[in-house]
C-alpha cells in the first residue's frame, strides 16, 4: 500500500515571463515503510521534488496524495496544520533554533498538539535518548557537534510521530564518521521503528542505505 | 515551553540592541510625558474654566480697567446669578522669582462666585471683617511655611508702596485643575490707599466675573452686557472665561503649539527606532520563520512571535518611560522658578497617551516584518541565509 503518491507532477518557476520548467510530469509511488532515495545532479529538481511532497511548496500540475490526502488541494492553513501531524523534516544545514536547547528544539512541533507538558516532556526524553542525546537535552545548538546538531533536527522532526520523514541532504554538511551515524541513525528509524524516509542525497553511501532509488535528470525521472 | 518564552528569548538574542531600543523608547517616552505635563500645566487655567462664569473687561485691552459703576448694571442683565469683581494687584513678595497670582478682590462677593475655592466660613468672615487681610492657597502655606496672622509684606508695583497683609484664611483647591497658589487681598482696601495716595486711580476694576443661570446663554448675555456700554468711554468686551483665558494666553500658543507637536514627533521617531530594530530581527530570522512554518506553526503564531517581540519591547520601554517622566517632571519642577506653573503634575490622561503611544508604536513597528514574514515563500525563507 503507497503512503505517498505523486500524480503527474510539474513545477516550473517563472523569471519575469520566462517560465523555467523544474519538474516535468513525474509520477510515482512510495509504499509505506519504505526508505526512498532521490538522487541526480544540482539543478535536476530533487529538493523541488522533496519541498512538493511536504507540502511547503505547490506543483504547477498534478497531484499529491500522502496518506489519503491531496495535499495540493489544502488551503495555507489546513497545509500547515496537515505538516505539523504528517511531515517530519530533516535540512541539510540543521535549521535548529539557536536561542533553544535540544530539548526546547525538539519541543516546537508538541506545542502545537494538544499534550500536557509532562507528556511533551516525556516525549521530548524518548526521541532524544533515541537519537542517543540525553545527556545533551540542556545543551544549545552552538555546544553541539555538526552531528549532534542533526540528530536533534532527527529527533524533531520525528518526535510527532509523523506520517512521513523527508531529508534533504542530511549528511551534507557533516563530516565522514558524523555522516555514518546519521545514516545509520535514519536506518534505524526505518527498520525498527517502521517511518517512511523520503531522501535526497548526492552521496552513493547514503543513497545505499535507501531500498528504492529515484533517478532525477533535468526535472524527469529516468 | 510556551510561545512567551521563545517571544522573550528572541528579544534577549542581542541583549545590546535590545537594552539601547527599550532605552530610546523609555527616554521619548519619558520626554513625551514632561512635554505634555507642561503643556497640560499650561493650559490649567483653560482648564479649570467654568462653563457658567462670563469675564467683562475693556474692549481695547484686559490692561486698561472698568469703572466700578459698572457692576451694577451688568448685574440687572437678566441671566445673571451674581456678579464678583478683580483687578492684577502683583507686586513683589520676597522677590521677583517668587511666582503666584496676587488678585484684589471684592472679599463679599468673590467667593460666592468662585466655589471651587474652599474655606471655612470662619475663615472667610475673619478676612472680610480685616480690610488687610489676604486669603492664600494651600500651596502658598507649604512654600512659604505661613500660617494663619503671619504677615506678607509685599513691594507693590502695580501700586506703589509697602504693603502687609496678615493671613486670616487659607483655602483648599476643590480639584487638582484649580489653582492652590493664589493670594487674595481686599479691592477696597487697594482702593481707599489710591484714593489717598494717587488720586484718579480710585474707583477702577480690572474685570467683573458674572456667574450666568445658565451656560447656554452665555452668548446671549455677553452681548447684552457689551450693548450696555456702547459708545461709552470704556467699551467692554464679555466672553466666557474659557476664552478669556485662551486669549490671555493666546501670545504663546505657537510655542506650546509647537510643544504638542514635538510630541508626537517623538512618538514617530520611536516608531522608526523599534521599526528598525523589527525589521532587523525579523530579517535575520527569516529562515528560522521558515523552519517554524515547515514544522506546521500557522501565520497566526509568527503574527504571535512577531508581535509578541514588538509589543514586549515596546511595553518594557513605555513602563520604563512612565516610571522615569516622574522624577523627570519633578526634577524639572524644582529647576523652575517657585510658582511657575501651580498645578504641574502628571495627568492620568497623559499616562493613558503615553501607554497608548507604546502600545500602538509596538503593533505599528511589527507591521512591516509580519507581512514580509508572511508574504516571504518557505522555500524561500529556506534559502536565505541570516
Request: a neutral charge; aromatic letters at 10%.
Amino acid at each position: 500500500m503507497s503512503i505517498v503518491s505523486v500524480q503527474n507532477i510539474s513545477k516550473s518557476y517563472w523569471r519575469d515571463s520566462l517560465e523555467i520548467p523544474v519538474l516535468s510530469n513525474i509520477s510515482f509511488e512510495v509504499p509505506e515503510g519504505e526508505f526512498v532515495g532521490l538522487m541526480g545532479p544540482s539543478g535536476s529538481g530533487k529538493t523541488t521534488l522533496l519541498n512538493l511532497i511536504a507540502g511547503i511548496d505547490r506543483p504547477t500540475k498534478g497531484s499529491i496524495i500522502v496518506a489519503n490526502t491531496d495535499v495540493t488541494k489544502l488551503g495555507e492553513s489546513q497545509l500547515a496544520k496537515w505538516r505539523s501531524s504528517n511531515v517530519g523534516f530533516v535540512f541539510q544545514f540543521y535549521n535548529l533554533l539557536p536561542v533553544l536547547t535540544a530539548f526546547e528544539n525538539v519541543e516546537l512541533p508538541l506545542l502545537l498538539t494538544k499534550l500536557s507538558k509532562k507528556e511533551r516532556k516525556e516525549h521530548v526524553e524518548f526521541v532524544l535518548k533515541v537519537v542517543g542525546l540525553a545527556d545533551r537535552i540542556h545543551h544549545y545548538p552552538k555546544q553541539l557537534s555538526g552531528g549532534q546538531e542533526q540528530r536533534v533536527a532527527i529527533a524533531r522532526a520525528i518526535v510527532t510521530d509523523p506520517t512521513i520523514l523527508i531529508a534533504d541532504e542530511p549528511t551534507g554538511d557533516l563530516d565522514k564518521t558524523s555522516a555514518l551515524e546519521i545514516l545509520n541513525l535514519l536506518q534505524t528509524l526505518n527498520s525498527e521503528f517502521k517511518k517512511t524516509i523520503i531522501m535526497v542525497t548526492h552521496d552513493p553511501r547514503a543513497a545505499e542505505r535507501a531500498h528504492i532509488i529515484k533517478q532525477l535528470d533535468k526535472g524527469e525521472l529516468t | 515551553m510556551h510561545i512567551l518564552k521563545l517571544i522573550i528569548k528572541n528579544m534577549l538574542r542581542h541583549k545590546l540592541r535590545t537594552f539601547l531600543t527599550v532605552l530610546g523608547i523609555s527616554i521619548a517616552i519619558s520626554a513625551f510625558g514632561l512635554i505634555r505635563t507642561v503643556v497640560t500645566a499650561w493650559n490649567a487655567g483653560v482648564e479649570a474654566t467654568a462653563a457658567d462664569r462670563l469675564i467683562t473687561r475693556h474692549s481695547v485691552s484686559f490692561i486698561f480697567p472698568l469703572p466700578l459703576s459698572y457692576r451694577d448694571k451688568i448685574a440687572k442683565v437678566e441671566g445673571i446669578e451674581s456678579i464678583t469683581y478683580a483687578n492684577w494687584f502683583s507686586g513683589v513678595y520676597i522677590d521677583k522669582k517668587q511666582f503666584f497670582a496676587r488678585l484684589a478682590v471684592d472679599a463679599e462677593t468673590f467667593f460666592d462666585v468662585y466655589s471651587e475655592l474652599l474655606i471655612t466660613p470662619e475663615q472667610l468672615a475673619a478676612f472680610k471683617k480685616e480690610r488687610n487681610s489676604c486669603i492664600i492657597g494651600d500651596q502658598l502655606v507649604e512654600r512659604y511655611n505661613l500660617k494663619i496672622g503671619d504677615v506678607m509684606p509685599i513691594e507693590g508695583d502695580i501700586y506703589p508702596g509697602r504693603w502687609e497683609f496678615v493671613v486670616r484664611g487659607i483655602y483648599k483647591p476643590r480639584d487638582k485643575a484649580t489653582d492652590p497658589s493664589n493670594m487674595l487681598v481686599h479691592w477696597n482696601y487697594i482702593d481707599e490707599r489710591m484714593k489717598k495716595e494717587m488720586p484718579g486711580r480710585e474707583g477702577y476694576v480690572g474685570w467683573y466675573i458674572s456667574k450666568i443661570k445658565n451656560p447656554n446663554d452665555a452668548a446671549v448675555i455677553s452681548e447684552k452686557i457689551d450693548q450696555f456700554f456702547q459708545n461709552s468711554s470704556a467699551e467692554t468686551k464679555t466672553e466666557t472665561e474659557r476664552a478669556f483665558s485662551q486669549g490671555f494666553m493666546a501670545s504663546v500658543s505657537a510655542i506650546f503649539t509647537s510643544m504638542n507637536i514635538m510630541s508626537f514627533v517623538i512618538i514617530g521617531i520611536i516608531l522608526l527606532v523599534l521599526g528598525n530594530t523589527m525589521i532587523m530581527s525579523a530579517r535575520e530570522r527569516i529562515r528560522e520563520y521558515s523552519v517554524l512554518r515547515t514544522l506546521g506553526f500557522s501565520n497566526f503564531h509568527l503574527v504571535s512571535l512577531i508581535g509578541g517581540e514588538s509589543l514586549l519591547i515596546a511595553a518594557l520601554g513605555g513602563a520604563t518611560g512612565i516610571a522615569f517622566a516622574f522624577p523627570m517632571v519633578s526634577g524639572f519642577e524644582a529647576a523652575l522658578p517657585k510658582g511657575w506653573f501651580p498645578i504641574f503634575y502628571i495627568e492620568p490622561i497623559t499616562l493613558i497617551l503615553a501607554s497608548s503611544a507604546a502600545v500602538l508604536v509596538g503593533v505599528l513597528a511589527a507591521m512591516f516584518p509580519i507581512q514580509r514574514t508572511l508574504t516571504t515563500k518557505i522555500v524561500d525563507g529556506l534559502r536565505q541565509i541570516g
